[in-house]
């Protein structure tokens, strides 16, 4: 029988997926998610030190209230535990789950999901650098005031190519999500969520009915992942309520792709 976690009633907890092979960026000498961006203050002398991408959400999370955080890593990304070792360094306990296989942000995420009983959960995306500093916080008081099943960070986005984007009402009701959908009416994407213990427990049974050996494949062989937007349209067909809170001034970077991890890497050179 699997280990389990239970923690106390409304406890904040977060889930990173670092299971990511970096397909168009690599190759890398490191993790992706390692990579410097920026600098910070990290040593007794106050010296300025290379930023790992990954603090930042993790720093995110910390100021949200995360005091502990579950990082579900691939075989072979031991540089990662290496690195963060226990979490001292960004003030959240780390634990760390190894997910065999890679078919999508969903398995990572339930990977860790014996370890979330009783637990709201704060997730992100760890390549993906939230330029505003309160998101995380903002959202986890949104969800424990409106008991929404989910929440999540809307921002503007005129990408929708390169982006996941989400449609809600009037009300903030989301009513649609889409993975990269191209020309769209939708103006939002999404860049981090905090959700309640039955979206934790929806996504457990959706893939339990799933055979992660069993999978759609692409023209070319290749794996077909399930998206974790697939998981939030089930949830919403299945009557769960997702919101989404607008950030209309924050701005989000990924750095999966060569130009924007040039870009962020030449903009944030300056510490």
């Keep these: 029988m699997a280990a389990t976690t239970r923690h106390d009633a409304g406890e904040l907890v977060g889930v990173m997926p670092l299971a990511g092979s970096a397909n168009r960026i690599s190759p890398l000498p490191l993790s992706k998610e390692l990579f410097p961006i920026g600098f910070h203050p990290a040593g007794p002398d106050g010296e300025p030190r290379a930023k790992p991408v990954c603090l930042y959400l993790l720093e995110q999370m910390r100021r949200g209230g995360v005091r502990r955080a579950f990082l579900v890593l691939r075989p072979g990304k031991w540089d990662i535990p290496a690195y963060l070792q226990d979490g001292a360094l960004v003030g959240i306990d780390l634990a760390y789950l190894?997910?065999?296989?890679?078919?999508?942000?969903p398995y990572t995420v339930d990977r860790a999901s014996a370890h979330l009983l009783g637990a709201r959960v704060a997730f992100g995306y760890p390549d993906i650098i939230i330029e505003q500093d309160d998101v995380i916080a903002t959202i986890n008081t949104v969800q424990a005031?409106?008991?929404a099943d989910v929440v999540l960070a809307a921002f503007p986005m005129a990408d929708p190519d390169n982006w996941g984007m989400i449609d809600f009402d009037e009300h903030l009701q989301v009513r649609h999500l889409a993975e990269k959908p191209g020309r769209t009416h939708m103006t939002h994407t999404w860049g981090a969520a905090v959700w309640a213990p039955s979206f934790t427990r929806f996504m457990h049974e959706q893939l339990a009915q799933m055979r992660p050996d069993v999978v759609q494949r692409t023209a070319d062989g290749t794996a077909q992942e399930i998206q974790i937007a697939d998981i939030m349209r089930a949830a919403i067909d299945h009557g769960l309520s997702i919101?989404?809170?607008l950030f209309p001034h924050g701005t989000l970077r990924d750095i999966g792709r060569p130009s924007t991890?040039?870009?962020?890497?030449?903009?944030?050179?300056?510490?």
Excluded at 99 to 104: D, F, K, S
Aim: aromatic letters at 12%.
């Design 261 to 271: 991890l040039v870009q962020a890497v030449r903009d944030y050179a300056g510490g």
């Design 243 to 245: 919101r989404a809170h």
């Design 145 to 147: 005031a409106s008991g």
């Design 98 to 105: 190894v997910m065999p296989y890679g078919y999508g942000v």
